[in-house]
Each structure stands twice: as C-alpha cells, then as structure tokens.
C-alpha cells in the first residue's frame, strides 16, 4: 500500500484550520497543523512535508517570511496559498516569492482538494520522467529527468513550477501558446478569470533566461493570444510577430 502524502496546513483561524484538516484527511492524506508561521516552520523542516496550505495574514511569522524561508531550503514543495488578501498585488507578490498557487478566501474544498491534488501529481511526474524527452539547441537545455534547464551547461536554477512552465512552451516551439492552455497543461486545471500566475511565471523564467543566456530571447509574448518559444536565436530579418510589454509590473 503506498504512503500517503504529507500536507502541512498553516493557518491561524480556526474554524478554517479544522475544515481544511477534516476535508485533507477525508481525501487519504497525512495532515500536520500549525497555527503561526514559527510552528509551521518548525513542522516544515522536521517533517519535510510534500505540500503546504498557507495562509498570509500569520502570527510570528507570516506567509510572505514563510515562503521566502521554505524556498531558501526547498525549491520544490509546492505552495498553495490561501488568502483572504485579494488585490492583484498579493497574488503577484506572494507568486514572485515561490508559492505555486494562490487561492481566496472564502473558498471551495472542492476546488482546493483538487489543487492539491493536481500539484501532488505534477510532482509524482518530476520523479518519474520517463516519456518526456530532452529539448536542447546549442547553448540550452532542457532536460526533464533533472528537472531543470542548462545554459551552456550550467544551470539556470528553475523552480519546478517554472521548469512546467518553461518544458511547455518549448514543446510547441514556434507555435503560440495560449495563457489558458498552458495554465491548464501547468497547473493541471482550469485558469479562473483574472488569474495572473501564467504572465508571473513566465517572467521569472525570463529573467532566468536572460541572466543565463541574454543574447538570446527565447520566450515572445503574443498579443491577445498568449506567448511562444523560439528555440533559435531571431535574426534581423526574421519576423517576430505581434508583442506586447510583459504584463506584470
């Protein structure tokens, strides 16, 4: 029989902390509970669990400090916030910080018992590579057993979630993808109205890029449709489409 996954759920309201842990337990996983961001930290690293539930708005600690201090010790947990906190600038911070989902308050357990588990499978999929070949051109690759990308051999230090998002785009290399599709092969569910975290993901993994590799602008975005990976370097007689700035500030 195999092991259950491990979901840590850090929360401060009550109320919302026993229904969280009631509905993850119903589903077959193995809970740990944590009141304030200390005591989730302290679970976090005696535990290793293989997924966090996080609130923001945290005593002692709190979920922006949290997450910021997981990631310098594990770039691969997923994080799935749950906020109250709904403005456009909490979403994209709490993203550019290294959580991989964020969802707000007052939510469905429905829909967060299937993020979890759409996360817990995309990480099953890191540990099973097999079927998914390597992309590479002469100064990049991108290799699906290691989980991350190479830029003249030397890795350019992708998170998961951005590898997913990097992988994608490169498999339909020159075709534009649109926002929705690639959330959906990502995240592994639909994209909800105003959603921010394909543009956001897509810009750390620029930035990666253009760090590693800067003479080479791999990912153009497409106007109303979504974005496209080039796997050569633009010439000056190529045509690149219609662009649009990155959306993300």
Not at 24 to 30: H, N
Not at 66 to 87: G, L, M, N
């Amino acid at each position: 029989m195999a092991t259950a996954h491990t979901v840590l759920v850090v929360e401060d309201d009550e109320t919302i902390l026993e229904s969280v842990v009631y509905q993850l337990t119903r589903a077959g996983y193995r809970v740990l509970r944590a009141t304030d961001g200390a005591q989730g930290l302290r679970l976090f690293q005696s535990q290793r669990p293989d997924l966090i539930v996080l609130d923001l708005m945290l005593p002692a600690i709190d979920g922006w400090r949290f997450t910021e201090q997981v990631r310098a010790e594990d770039p691969r947990v997923p994080i799935i916030v749950c906020s109250a906190r709904t403005s456009e600038y909490d979403r994209v911070h709490g993203l550019e910080l290294g959580a991989d989902d964020f969802v707000t308050k007052p939510f469905s357990m429905k829909e967060l018992l299937a993020r979890v588990s759409a996360h817990l499978r995309r990480a099953e999929l890191h540990r099973q590579p097999a079927g998914r070949a390597v992309i590479e051109t002469d100064d990049l690759r991108i290799d699906p057993e290691q989980v991350q990308a190479y830029g003249n051999g030397a890795s350019i230090g992708l998170t998961p979630r951005e590898f997913e998002v990097l992988y994608s785009l490169a498999r339909s290399a020159g075709k534009p993808i649109a926002r929705h599709r690639l959330y959906r092969e990502v995240w592994g569910y639909e994209m909800l109205a105003g959603d921010r975290s394909v543009d956001v993901f897509v810009r750390k993994v620029r930035q990666k890029l253009a760090k590693a590799l800067p003479d080479h602008p791999y990912i153009q975005t497409h106007y109303g449709v979504g974005y496209r990976f080039d796997l050569e370097p633009l010439t000056d007689g190529d045509e690149m489409g219609t662009l649009e700035p990155d959306p993300v500030p």
